[in-house]
């Protein structure tokens, strides 16, 4: 062996294959994402250029932006985007204080607390069409739990909720609000449980109250937290299908007609595929504008910071 070779420094062949082997690793992770979340979504958006319908003997044609122009000239659709944003806001914003509330009572040292906390995230663990069941049977109009207690409190004869075209609306997001709440509740006891108790204690000694103290103390903390899971919970509603599907089916009269259910409709009933996927196109590119907003401002929040 010569001089040069045997003071040669050893060369590391598999320089550069971590890389190689980070994407190996997380590949198993990526297949089902690809599969079952981007791979849809993209034949998604490819079939809102097409006049794709059920039961067709005729190839599919491209139509460009033809199902987009129909779609900003459908009064229905747009109505349905409107009562979307009111169930959308109607139950996001009761459910978040509602949330807020509980949340703040289960951090404190109660009596049986576990079991409080249990009790809480009951609904949570059901089914949403376990839960559309239930509540039609609380609304139903002849022997509902509901009618029954208005009508021994002598209130009236009752009537019936999911069918009226003033009470379906109020009456289905008095539903998500009880099905949604638990989530945000756990989300912010945990934030509430990682806010130091030695800023609270100091803000008693120097003499602040408890709603000084929340105001002072609580909210900075709990925040980041309360945006994060609001802006999911609008998202979430938004999207809604199951829920209000079971309870009114849209009705009555497209009263609880949501985006979502409009798009269904469309799709699998009416056999419009094309026309349906621009729907569902139109609805992604809101919740990414949403996502947008919220991102923009934390960003700005954090560069303020």
Known sequence: MSARSATRKPTNRHKGGDGGGAWFLVLPALIPILVLSVGPLLYGIALAFTDSQSGRTAPTQWVGLLNFWDLAHDGLFWESFRIGLLWAVGVTVPQFLLALGLALLLNQKLRLRWLARALAIIPWAMPEVVVGIMWRLVYQPDAGILNETVRDLGLGDGRDWLTGLATALPAVIVVGVWAGMPQTTVALLAGLQNTPQELHEAAAIDGAGAWRRFTTVTWPALKPVALAITALNFIWNFNSFALVYVLTNGGPGGRTRLPMLFAYEEAFRYGQFG???????????????????????????????
């Open 275 to 305: 026309y349906a996927a621009a729907m569902g196109c139109v609805m992604v590119a809101v919740i990414a504008v949403c996502l947008a907003l919220f991102l923009v401002g934390r960003l700005r929040e954090g560069d303020g910071k």
